[in-house]
Every structure is written in structure tokens, then in C-alpha cells.
């Protein structure tokens, strides 16, 4: 299984990664505004995850189809399904590099927090591409936030660092860099400053204990032993630095876009 699968925390994921159903909300009737669900009605949501994303989009009137190469990920999609209305989310188990869909089967595709997993991400941008019809759009989306504190992360990294690791580059770290190469497939793109922005809380307490389940891919990369050395200096550095474990840090979270039109 390739570390950067998601099989492994799929029981934690959801409780890690924030959203704010208001700042959601907004977001999407933005969108809506400008790409309506009767004109933009079959959507793709390249790793759809446990369906964060894809249910608030089907709320908003759009037929939401999900690929994801995570089978713990999909499940816990499928129970969240089950309390909700069936016939506007759908997912199933697929590559994005190698979509099973027709050409133009779409006409909006989005993603998020995918490509800088993905080694060979220009295919997987080829095949969305492939699969959004001529005029419609690609929606690449950023969402910031969690149950971490930035401080932390931060020296967690620094720590494995100076074990000897480093975090692995597999896929498109920038944004920049996806958004030029959609240009270059003749998309027009389009940068937007638009945030959806929101506050938590979180304690250190909270933050230390989803670093030691390995939530995050920070985490995951290094060897098992190197990750429990890891810890037990950052509980230390936590103590001295950050304070009681029940000391809550504000931590800001977001939701961007940026667009890319297929040409006609």
C-alpha cells in the first residue's frame, strides 16, 4: 500500500479536517451564481473522500459522481450516503489517471487536496480534462484548516528533519504550477481571491494526539520508529513551548477557487 493512501486513517479523517457549513454554504452559492446547476448539472469530484465536499454540493443542485482510490475512504462515504438523499451523490473505486468515463461526460470536474499526492498529476489533469465537456469548467479547489496547530506542524517537520528525514515531493506541491499546466492544455484559466475564511479553537492536547494516530501525511512518510521518536520530542517541545495540553490556540480555516474553462 503506498504511504500516501488514506486507507489507514479513514476512521480519523473527518474529525481532523475542518469545515465550516456556513463559509461552505457561501462558497458554493458563489459558485452557483456563476455556474447554475441546470447549465452544470453532472459534476466529478476527484477524490471524493468521505463526501465533505460532494453533499454540500449536491444541496446546492448539482449531480455529484466521486472517484477515490481509498476503499476505507469510499466506505465511510457510502455510510454517510445512506442518511442522505441517494440519487444526487454516487461514488466508486477508480484511478485518476485513468478515469471510467466517456469524453465530455461532465461538465464541471473539482478537486481538492489531491494532486500533491498524485506522482503522475498531469495525467490525472489530462483525464479530467478529457472528461469535462468543451465550455465546461474545472474547479480547483483549496481548503485550509484543521485540528492542528501551525506552530506544531511546523516542528514536528523541523524534528524529522533533523532524524534525517524529509517530506516527499510526489506530486504538484503549487498551485501555480497545476494552473500553468492546465494552460498550456488551452484552458483559460483564471486566479481568484476570493476566501471563505473561519475560526477555530483547538487544544494542544488535541493537536498532539491526532500528529501520534499519523493523520496527517507529514506524519505518514516516516518510518514507524522515526515517527515515535518524533513524538516524544515534540510532546516535549509542546510542554515548554505551548503550554498545557488543555491551552487552546485559534486556528484559522478557508475555502478558495480557481478556475479553468475547457476550450470549445
Do not use: K
Not at 49 to 68: E, M, N
Not at 182 to 194: A, F, I, P, Y
Amino acid at each position: 500500500m503506498p504511504w500516501y493512501s488514506f486507507d489507514p486513517i479513514a476512521d480519523t479523517y473527518d474529525a481532523t479536517r475542518t469545515l465550516d457549513v456556513r463559509a461552505i454554504d457561501r462558497a458554493l452559492t458563489a459558485l452557483t451564481r456563476e455556474f447554475p446547476p441546470h447549465r452544470f448539472r453532472e459534476v466529478l469530484d476527484v477524490g471524493i473522500g468521505t463526501g465533505r465536499l460532494a453533499f454540500p454540493f449536491a444541496r446546492h443542485g448539482y449531480r455529484v459522481v466521486g472517484i477515490d482510490i481509498s476503499t476505507r475512504m469510499l466506505e465511510r462515504f457510502r455510510r454517510r450516503r445512506a442518511r442522505r438523499d441517494r440519487r444526487a451523490v454516487g461514488a466508486l473505486r477508480a484511478d485518476a489517471t485513468r478515469m471510467p468515463f466517456r469524453d465530455g461526460a461532465f461538465d464541471m470536474a473539482y478537486w481538492v487536496h489531491v494532486l500533491h499526492l498524485v506522482p503522475q498529476w498531469r495525467r490525472a489533469l489530462d483525464e479530467a480534462v478529457r472528461v469535462t465537456r468543451p465550455g465546461g469548467v474545472l474547479v480547483y479547489a483549496r481548503t485550509e484548516g484543521g485540528r492542528d496547530i501551525d506552530e506544531l506542524a511546523a516542528e514536528y517537520l523541523r524534528i524529522l528533519r533533523s532524524l534525517g528525514y524529509r517530506r516527499p515531493r510526489l506530486g504538484a506541491r503549487r498551485q501555480e504550477t497545476v494552473l500553468r499546466y492546465l494552460g498550456s492544455l488551452g484552458c483559460e484559466v483564471e486566479r481568484r481571491r476570493v476566501r471563505w475564511e473561519w475560526e477555530e479553537r483547538v487544544s494542544v492536547g488535541e493537536a498532539l494526539h491526532y500528529h501520534s494516530l499519523r493523520t496527517y501525511s507529514m506524519n505518514r512518510f516516516a518510518p514507524l520508529e522515526v515517527h515515535r521518536e518524533a513524538m516524544r520530542r515534540l510532546r516535549t517541545w509542546a510542554a515548554r513551548e505551548l503550554g498545557p495540553r488543555n491551552r487552546r490556540y485559534p486556528v484559522m480555516g478557508a475555502v478558495a477557487f480557481d478556475l479553468a474553462w475547457i476550450p470549445r
